[in-house]
């Protein structure tokens, strides 16, 4: 089977770093997926790791290690806006649709 | 990139009664997805259509739930009759591609709410 576990809350403050960890058991690997949502929003793209290692975009970084099970979002110099949910996805067992986390809920307080 | 159009965005009704709601996919985009999103939950998908063929209706509560996305364009997805534990967020989604790897666009989602 598939399972993705993330953790379900998480608090920061402005102009800090936060890192939100997804492991993942999947029988087949064709990639993981972060997307961001703004509570009562759409989710949005953020990132999407198919190989091995760091992949930096703005504030925003995905690491992943296909070995270990592993991916995190690393979230850099950290603002207000950036609190929402955070969910990490891969694809189902065909390879057809996205198979999601719970999300974490992460918190910017000043 | 903006994502799929969705209506309406709220809706309220009782038990028994039935709902429909309706999406509009970026302009180009061959496979459209529904997700169920319970409130603390991650997307669940519940059904997936290529073009006008249903991909994927694994998930997809038969006995109550239907979708159809005639012309293989803008989709249609009705609850009948309605239970409780529907209340809900429903997402559309699409993407260019059949495939899982490929990114999936969303629109704002319809917040079900079943008294």
């Known amino acids: 089977g598939q399972n993705i576990d993330q953790p379900t809350e998480m608090t920061a403050t402005e102009g800090a770093i936060v890192q939100i960890n997804c492991t993942y058991q999947?029988?087949?690997?064709?990639?993981l997926f972060w997307y961001q949502q703004h509570a009562g929003e759409a989710p949005t793209f953020l990132s999407y790791?198919?190989?091995?290692g760091l992949e930096e975009k703005g504030r925003f970084s995905s690491f992943l290690s296909r070995s270990k099970g592993y991916s995190y979002l690393l979230l850099k110099e950290l603002q207000m806006k950036d609190s929402a949910s955070y969910l990490c996805?891969?694809?189902?067992?065909?390879?057809?649709?996205?198979?999601f986390g719970k999300g974490t809920t992460l918190s910017v307080s000043s | 990139e903006a994502g799929a159009a969705q209506s309406p965005r709220y809706k309220i009704i009782e038990k028994r009664q039935s709902v429909a709601f309706w999406c509009n996919p970026i302009?180009?985009?061959?496979?459209l997805y529904w997700y169920q999103q319970i409130l603390g939950q991650g997307p669940k998908l519940l059904i997936q259509?290529?073009?006008?063929?249903?991909?994927?209706d694994s998930q997809l509560p038969k006995d109550r739930f239907s979708a159809e996305r005639l012309k293989g364009v803008d989709s249609t997805l009705k609850i009948q009759p309605a239970k409780l534990e529907d209340s809900a967020v429903y997402l559309c989604?699409?993407?260019?591609?059949?495939?899982?790897?490929?990114?999936?666009?969303f629109g704002p989602g319809t917040r079900l709410t079943v008294l």
């Open positions: 999947t029988s087949g690997f064709n990639g």
């Open positions: 302009s180009g985009h061959a496979t």
């Open positions: 996805a891969v694809p189902n067992q065909a390879g057809t649709a996205l198979i």
């Open positions: 790791n198919v190989l091995d």
């Open positions: 989604a699409s993407s260019l591609l059949a495939s899982g790897s490929d990114t999936q666009y």
């Open positions: 259509f290529q073009n006008n063929g249903v991909v994927d």
